[in-house]
């Protein structure tokens, strides 16, 4: 089977992201006594609800994780709405529900995780203890008095 290569312009993705993002419509304010309660800027609400929050994060996940694969909006429109549902069935109360604190563990290590692929080859980093790679002439060589990584 054939595999077409997409070459993936990244700064392009990237402004597209930030251009996306800026567009977003901040939502209603949290319930709460007033101003003084609300979230600093830059600062997230907690309690945000998850079909307030998958569009953004489908929409990351199109651009960055799959550019090549070409998702129309109606089809992120679909996969964010099942999302939600799906996160509002396992996680009720959105960010801020009594199990908000476990998706958004797995938020933070997925993207630690994704950050750390190498778009070049599709492939994570390996697992295991750390090898340092030999660096110069000679690497590798008995002579060159480097020791030999097994």
């Not at 550019?67 to 069935?89: C, I, M, N, R």
């Amino acid at each position: 089977m054939a595999v077409n290569k997409v070459d993936v312009n990244h700064g392009e993705l990237d402004r597209q992201a930030e251009r996306i993002l800026g567009s977003a419509p901040a939502g209603d304010p949290p319930p709460g006594p007033g101003p003084a309660d609300d979230p600093q800027p830059g600062q997230s609400t907690s309690d945000q609800s998850w079909h307030e929050m998958m569009p953004g994060l489908t929409t990351l996940a199109a651009i960055l994780v799959f550019p090549q694969w070409g998702f129309t909006q109606e089809e992120q429109d679909a996969v964010s709405k099942a999302a939600a549902d799906v996160l509002e069935h396992a996680f009720p109360g959105g960010m801020g529900g009594k199990f908000g604190c476990y998706a958004r563990l797995f938020l933070v290590t997925t993207g630690i995780t994704f950050a750390r692929l190498d778009l070049e080859t599709g492939k994570f980093p390996p697992m295991g203890p750390r090898v340092e790679k030999p660096v110069g002439p000679g690497t590798g060589s008995a002579a060159a008095g480097s020791p030999q990584i097994p």
